[in-house]
T-cell receptor, first 113, second 112 residues
Framework: SQQGEEDPQALSIQEGENATMNCSYK?????LQWYRQNSGRGLVHLIL?????REKHSGRLRVTLDTSKKSSSLLITASRAADTASYFC?????????????FGAGTRLAVHP | SQTIHQWPATLVQPVGSPLSLECTVE??????LYWYRQAAGRGLQLLFY??????ISSEVPQNLSASRPQDRQFILSSKKLLLSDSGFYLC???????????FGQGTRLTVV
């Protein structure tokens, strides 16, 4: 089962533009994370936002969280061709006695030079 | 520092053959360990997770099994592979199930 659902599924932009990806989730959370995956590689953690935070920044990344709407967004500003990758949100809902990290379907971002 | 090793990187196996993928973690103790599978262009499906030696939880019914014979070793196995077992398998670890996870580089399995 998937806890998070991202949209859009795919996004194509030009270098220098901003890229916004959205994520919705179903159950209550302690935090929400965003990861990046280059083609054929493992995932790399980008940022974690706690449930009591509304916005968080890291370099060119800006993440927002709206727990009332069970949604989050990832904004990449001034995109570069090297930002081309898939981006996933993830949450760790408590189920069966443990927190288990569940990922959404991801957004494939293509940044064209 | 902590590192995670996953091998092999690619594997081509005939239908009906056994499978063993290994994942080891260094530099931490009692990690939460995960096996995920990713179909082409899709998200990650959680297959198994473990919070300790010998403690394995299966998320979906399938042809695969997992074992954790040592604290920092997680093995994904199958007695007889099916075509539908093809995919990209990722091992990961975290301190807790809702905190940052660290991923191996993945194994691309093709069952022919």
């Amino acid at each position: 089962s998937q806890q998070g659902e991202e949209d859009p599924q795919a996004l194509s932009i030009q270098e220098g533009e901003n890229a916004t990806m959205n994520c919705s989730y179903k159950t209550s959370i302690n935090n929400l994370q965003w990861y990046r995956q280059n083609s054929g590689r493992g995932l790399v953690h980008l940022i974690l936002i706690r449930s009591n935070e509304r916005e968080k920044h890291s370099g060119r990344l800006r993440v927002t969280l709206d727990t009332s709407k069970k949604s989050s967004s990832l904004l990449i500003t001034a995109s570069r061709a090297a930002d081309t990758a898939s981006y996933f949100c993830a949450t760790g809902p408590f189920s069966g006695g443990y927190n288990k990290l569940i990922f959404g379907a991801g957004t494939r971002l293509a940044v064209h030079p | 520092s902590q590192t995670i090793h996953q091998w092999p990187a690619t594997l081509v196996q005939p239908v009906g053959s056994p499978l063993s993928l290994e994942c080891t973690v260094e530099g931490t103790s009692n990690p939460n360990l995960y096996w995920y599978r990713q179909a082409a262009g899709r998200g990650l499906q959680l297959l198994f997770y473990s919070v300790g030696i010998g403690q394995i939880s299966s998320e979906v019914p399938q042809n695969l099994s997992a074992s954790r014979p040592q604290d920092r070793q997680f093995i994904l196995s199958s007695k007889k592979l099916l075509l539908s077992d093809s995919g990209f398998y990722l091992c990961a670890w975290s301190v807790s199930g809702d905190l940052e996870a660290f991923f191996g580089q993945g194994t691309r399995l093709t069952v022919v």
